[in-house]
């Protein structure tokens, strides 16, 4: 029994097909009881219930014209005096299918009117004569009330199906807005490392090769300095190796756990450490802080180290020989401002103006954009008498 519930549920025009049978017996039957009535009105009557119980079996192939159907055969049925038979189930059957699948206007309103009318004009045409007139009226109501409820069973499971379709194409929009933004995530985050990565070789690539051109230079006349610019390669090396892991670490899954291999994200207390190492790799830096240093937000302390490394960084790659460069740290109430300038002429700024110190723009470019996350605002450009100058504010909180 299981097994033929599941084929019958699987198959829906199975299904409207064996009731199409059981009704087309059932009216065979009422057609012989009434056989006394003629033949002609006989052969009438089981055309009429044959069409009307195809109509059941046809019913969600083609609802609106088996509607249509239906509604000739019960106006033939009151012509050929054909009296209400088993059959005309299908009525109800089509009422309810074409209310349920929302078709076409005038198939709703066809199905609701012809309900309407159905019971009222069967009345007169084969009236009881046993009952009074209110009886007669009683029982037309009676008859009219379950084409009435097919009709808002049918209408009333439409608006079910088309909620929860609305839910499901929502739910699918959300599901694809979802994804869309993971996608822009993911963008950014790539974007973000690519900028880290950026600042990180730049800088101590510059550094490692401004040693390494030195120590080849007094190797043979000065061992000792020889000595201390390989120690410093050799320690700009392991910085930016340690580095470059933390920055990769993230790519990587399963690797949580070894965070003592990264070094913790730079922070304003190093820029002094990195003004130092500067010096070291030959370029004169004057350093001042003005105003109470104060903890300030990670992303905030992340910005102002790479601003102050990437313009140092440019200034010795592009301002010529001889260049001297200052920073500034400025500690307001609301905020911390950066002053980096250089003397330089090289004619290397110019390219950092147009399109970033490494000539793919992110320089500059990498600049803004960090600025552009606290919610500051940065101004770069040549300084008046020469050289290049960086400034820029960083808030505590990011405008909104």
């Not at 299908?90 to 019971?119: D, E, F, H, N, S």
Request: hydrophobic letters at 45%.
């Amino acid at each position: 029994m299981q097994r033929l519930y599941d084929f019958l549920r699987r198959h829906p025009t199975g299904v409207d097909s064996f009731w199409a049978v059981v009704l087309f017996g059932c009216s065979v039957l009422w057609v012989g009881v009434e056989s006394n009535t003629g033949a002609e009105r006989m052969l009438v009557a089981l055309v009429v219930v044959l069409l009307l119980s195809l109509t059941v079996a046809l019913r969600r192939r083609a609802p609106d014209k088996m509607l249509l159907l239906t509604a000739v055969l019960g106006v033939v049925q009151l012509l050929a005096d054909v009296r209400v038979n088993p059959a005309d189930f299908a009525m109800l059957a089509l009422i309810y299918t074409v209310a349920a699948r929302g078709g076409p206007r005038w198939a709703t309103r066809l199905g609701l009117i012809g309900g309407l009318a159905a019971a009222p004009l069967a009345s007169l045409r084969w009236p009881t004569n046993e009952a009074s007139f209110s009886g007669q009226v009683f029982l037309t109501v009676v008859l009219t009330v379950p084409f009435v409820l097919a009709w808002v069973l049918g209408d009333s499971i439409r608006t079910r199906r088309a909620y929860f379709a609305e839910l499901e194409e929502r739910a699918t929009r959300l599901e694809k807005e979802r994804e869309a933004q993971a996608k822009v995530a993911v963008a950014a985050e790539r974007a973000r490392i690519a900028r880290e990565l950026h600042d990180v070789v730049a800088h101590n690539v510059s550094v490692m090769v401004v040693q390494a051109d030195g120590a080849a230079y007094v190797l043979d006349t000065a061992p000792e300095q020889a000595r201390q610019a390989l120690e410093t390669i050799s320690g700009t090396g392991r910085q930016a190796l340690a580095e470059m892991r933390r920055l990769l670490g993230v790519l990587r899954t399963g690797d949580v756990k070894e965070s003592g291999e990264y070094v913790p994200q730079p922070d304003v207390r190093q820029i002094e450490d990195l003004v130092e190492q500067v010096r070291s790799a030959g370029l004169t830096v004057d350093f001042k802080v003005e105003g109470t240093p104060r903890s300030l937000p990670s992303g905030v302390e992340l910005t102002a180290y790479r601003i102050v490394q990437e313009a140092l960084t440019n200034s010795r790659k592009h301002g010529g020989p001889d260049v001297g460069a200052s920073v500034r740290l400025v500690y307001f109430d609301d905020g911390l401002g950066l002053l980096v300038e250089d003397d330089g002429r090289g004619a290397g700024h110019e390219m950092y103006v147009d399109g970033g110190a490494d000539g793919r723009g992110h320089g500059l470019i990498g600049m803004r954009e960090r600025v552009g996350m606290v919610g500051g605002t940065l101004d770069a450009g040549p300084r008046p008498g020469g050289g290049f100058r960086i400034s820029a504010l960083l808030p505590l909180k990011p405008a909104h």
